[in-house]
Antibody, heavy 119, light 110 residues
């Protein structure tokens, strides 16, 4: 079955970086975008950006431009999201989600990775 | 890109129908038939319920339906059940080739 499995929870200090992974299985990795969405505690969903695993091309939400990097390793069907210069308000659950190249809906989603930023 | 506007909360009794609205602009909701809806139970990942405004993925109950008029999309749940109590989010493609979510709506089944 199509599945996205993310790396485990992280605790980081302000100013540090975090890198979250998303391992895809059950489909051809290069046939779909991988998107990243975050959810702060008690808050709504926020789209961060996406990567085309075939070309490596990325597209980011304005709020994250210059602070986020998205990469992939096609040999192990894994996408990565790295967020730099962490602040306390970056504390959130980070989700990866698959998105069709031609039809922008998210399915499935990874299980989520809690990133806590605290001094 | 501003978040799409959803009511913070809606409620209904078992068996009733409710509708959740999602208002955007002509640059997102109104400009494309690319609105999707997600259900999220506490502590769980979101689940796709509706895509392309009104299409249901396989396995989603036909009690869930979607529509759009102008810059406002809507999710209707008929025959409310206790298990429908959750948060619901809309999402739209935008003219900037980005995606934007609504602020979310908490559905309470009374």
């Amino acid at each position: 079955q199509v599945q996205l499995v993310q790396s485990g929870a992280e605790v980081k200090k302000p100013g540090a970086s975090v890198k979250v992974s998303c391992k895809a299985s059950g489909y051809t990795f290069t046939d779909y975008y991988i998107n990243w969405v975050r959810q702060a505690p008690g808050q709504g969903l926020e789209w961060m950006g996406r990567i085309n695993p075939s070309s490596g091309a990325t597209n980011f939400a304005q709020n994250f431009q210059g602070r986020v990097t998205m990469t992939r390793d096609t040999s192990i069907t894994t996408a990565y999201m790295e967020l730099n210069r962490l602040r306390s308000d970056d504390t959130a659950v980070y989700y990866c989600a698959r998105l069709d190249y031609a039809d922008p809906w998210f399915d499935p989603w990874g299980q989520g990775t809690l990133v806590t930023v605290s001094s | 890109q501003s978040a799409l506007t959803q009511p913070a909360s809606v409620s209904g009794s078992p068996g009733q129908s409710i509708t959740i609205s999602c208002t955007g602009t002509s640059s997102d909701v109104g400009g494309y038939n690319y609105v999707s809806w997600y259900q999220q139970h506490p502590g769980k990942a979101p689940k796709l319920m509706i895509y392309d405004v009104s299409y249901r993925p396989s396995g989603v109950s036909n009690r869930f339906s979607g529509s759009k008029s102008g810059n406002t999309a809507s999710l209707t749940i008929s025959g409310l059940q206790a298990e429908d109590e959750a948060d619901y989010y809309c999402n739209s493609y935008t003219s900037s080739s980005t995606l934007v979510f609504g602020g979310g709506t908490k559905l309470t089944v009374l």
